[in-house]
């Protein structure tokens, strides 16, 4: 079967006064249709780096892609102009972010806000559009949606106004939507009710969810599958019950030190020892080699390749070659 | 994906939704605790409706000569007199208002457009756009506003301009010098607007670039816009009356404060006769003060975190 989304071999890389930040390397990502897809992995690892991309929404003047293809419904986004990319967005492609407290435009209302998309992707009236968007208002489960059709953002909770980016972003009916740490700005009862919401979403539109988090916990609700990103690159992949059954890379097995149970909540990130390394001075070795305590030798010098295991998992460590390819 | 998940929605606060008065509407409660604000709306209100309204009860809405009757100081038939050619100098004042108001609400209209739109987009394609539009801004800033009006009222006259256009003339060139401090303002202001998060938020739903500088970035300028064109309308009345003054603008017969305050310029009237020119000096100063406190005060309703 064909993926909805197949990044291959995407490098992103933002230039700093430091130099050259490698934010996303040689990413590898597939999502099919109707799965959700969890990338996962500490601040700064790219995780954003990575969906803007997609989304070709690197700003031209700090950072560009380099390498890579991204496919989306058989089409490379890296190839198609600008004006098909803009139709793309917010239709077929659509995003929803951390802060929705200030996502939203100040002086235009909620409904205002919702039409938006429904008229320039969809071609409807105002009229109709009005109604639509008070349906979907309903649909993200607001009462007395009319009246919050009215209001102007600052008269909703995060909460209702995360809602409200959910039903921008559904409007019309993308085929993936992309959440950025959807539910971090909220408090847990509300999270638990966004992620409930979305895991509907999935389930009654099939439409396919990548989900950036750094949140095992919520990585346990919600994926199919599992990204953990380091330092701009995928270290490992694999469906989420074997990920927490059995996680391979050492930086996995760290993360879940701190033994999040699978369908619990609020597990917070295990600190691994050291720190994420400086993106501007990465060699030659593994990444994660200062930090990994069952380092080899080989792994100060040489960097593990992203290796198929054939179990429908992939994993980048020297632990998991053959002896005759890690040589020495 | 028909039903609905009411089930897991929060609470609304019920006191928040119902208590919907728009951001206009607090606004104007706001500015209407500004008593010199509201003191300046009202009289221009006043003097408004009595320009407009006013000629059509006064028996000397013709503006006949009557040599019977020329330079006569107040009395009960002229309240506030008459001038060298007879004409009441109460109608005049009021028909002269009502060009004046025009000529000022005509010209910020004008100029606020120009400013906005050009500032708007220098600030939001920046590049070679915001280069281009801003060097001209630079070059009009250099300019000395009313040496070139003077300078462009004598070709008028040179060029024999029928004198009903010159007011038209006027006013747009009052608006064409008149519009680079405004576009330097919304320049900066959409500068940063764009990078607001909220407009970082909207890249994702691809809009049109009219889409978004019209509907979503101007309308946060609403305030900024709103000030300005208030202030705007006392300046462009003192420029059209400067330039009336000189006889560079409206000409008479027809009546404009300005011209009417030419009558200062011979000593005699000057001396003897205040009613000639007491009258629309008052006018025009009470007129652009009010402008002025009206527009110190929405500056504060509109934007209340820029408290003192
Ligand atoms: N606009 C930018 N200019 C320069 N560097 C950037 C920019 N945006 C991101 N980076 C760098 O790219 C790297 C990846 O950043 P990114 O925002 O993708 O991290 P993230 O995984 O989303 O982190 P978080 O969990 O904090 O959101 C970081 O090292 C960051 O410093
Ligand atoms: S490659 Fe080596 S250093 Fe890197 S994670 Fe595996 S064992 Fe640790
Ligand atoms: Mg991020």
């Known amino acids: ?328 | 994906m028909a039903s609905t998940v009411s089930e897991v929605a929060e609470v609304t606060r019920p006191e928040q939704v119902a208590l919907r008065s728009s951001l206009w509407h607090e606004a104007f409660l706001r500015l209407k605790k500004k008593r010199l604000a509201m003191v300046g709306l009202v009289f221009l209100l006043v003097m408004a409706v009595v320009c407009f309204i006013g000629p059509f009860f006064s028996p000397y809405a013709s503006g006949k000569i009557n040599t019977a009757m020329i330079n006569k100081p107040p009395s009960f038939s002229h309240w506030l007199g008459t001038d060298s050619l007879g004409r009441d100098i109460l109608t005049r004042l009021m028909q002269a208002g009502r060009i004046s108001l025009t000529v000022g609400i005509a010209s910020m209209v004008l100029s606020v457009s120009i400013g906005a739109l050009l500032g708007a987009l220098a600030g939001f394609y920046r590049g070679w756009v915001d280069q281009v539009i801003m060097r001209v801004a630079d070059v009009l800033m250099t300019i000395p506003g009313l040496p070139l009006l003077f300078i462009m009222g004598a070709v008028l006259s040179e060029w024999k301009i029928p004198t009903d256009y010159r007011i038209y003339i006027v006013m747009v060139m009052l608006s064409l010098i008149g519009w680079p401090g405004l576009a330097r303002m919304v320049r900066s202001q959409m500068l940063t607007l764009r990078e607001s998060e909220f407009m970082q938020a909207a890249e994702v739903l691809g809009l049109r670039d009219r889409r978004k500088l019209f509907f979503h970035l101007l309308p946060n300028l609403t305030p900024l816009l709103i000030v300005v064109a208030t202030l705007n309308v006392g300046g462009a009345i003192l420029s059209e009356s400067v330039l009336s003054y000189f006889g560079l603008g409206v000409v008479p017969p027809t009546p404009t404060w300005g011209n009417m305050m030419d009558a200062a310029n011979t000593l005699i009237d000057f001396q003897k006769r205040p009613w000639l020119w007491v009258p629309p000096g008052i006018a025009i100063f009470a007129t652009v003060i009010s402008i002025n406190l009206l527009g110190d005060g929405l500056r504060d309703a509109l934007d209340p975190k820029q408290k003192r």
């Open chain 1, 1 to 328: 079967m064909n993926a909805l989304v197949e990044i291959q071999n995407l490098s992103t890389y933002f230039k700093s006064e430091q130099g050259v930040v490698k934010a996303v390397d040689a990413l590898e990502l597939r999502v099919h249709e109707g799965e959700t897809v969890c990338i996962v992995g500490e601040s700064g690892c790219g995780k954003s780096a990575a969906a803007m991309s997609l989304m070709r929404l690197i700003p031209e003047a700090v950072g560009s892609i380099v390498s890579g293809e991204i496919w989306f419904a058989g089409r490379d986004l890296r190839k198609v102009s600008k004006e098909e990319m803009r139709k793309l967005r917010g239709n077929e492609l659509a995003m929803i972010f951390q802060e929705p407290m200030s996502s939203l435009n100040p002086v235009l209302t909620i409904g205002e806000q919702i039409m938006e998309p429904i008229m320039e992707h969809q071609g409807l009236s105002k009229k109709a559009a009005q109604a639509r968007a008070i349906e979907l208002i309903e649909l993200v489960g607001i009462p007395r949606a009319k009246e919050i059709a009215k209001s102007y953002p600052y008269e909703l909770s995060g909460g209702m106004l995360q809602r409200i980016m959910i039903a921008i972003a559904i409007s019309c009916n993308p085929r993936l939507l992309i959440a950025d740490e959807p539910t971090t700005a909220l408090d847990v009862t509300i999270q638990a009710q966004i992620l409930d919401l979305l895991r509907k979403i999935k389930d009654e539109a099939q439409t396919a969810i990548l989900f950036i988090t750094h949140d095992l916990g919520v990585v346990a609700e919600m994926a199919d599958h599992v990204v953990v990103m380091y330092a701009g690159k995928v270290v490992e992949v694999s469906p989420v019950v074997e990920l927490f059954e059995e996680p391979k890379h050492p930086y996995t097995q760290g993360l879940l030190r701190s033994k999040p149970v699978l369908n619990q909540r609020r597990a917070k990130l295990y600190s691994i020892p050291g720190q994420v390394p400086n993106p501007t001075t990465l060699g030659e070795s593994c990444y994660f080699h200062d930090r990994c305590d069952q380092c080899l030798d080989i792994c100060r010098v040489k960097q593990p390749p992203l290796r198929d295991g054939g179990d429908g998992r992939k994993v980048a460590c020297w632990l998991y070659e053959e002896e005759s390819v890690r040589g020495q």
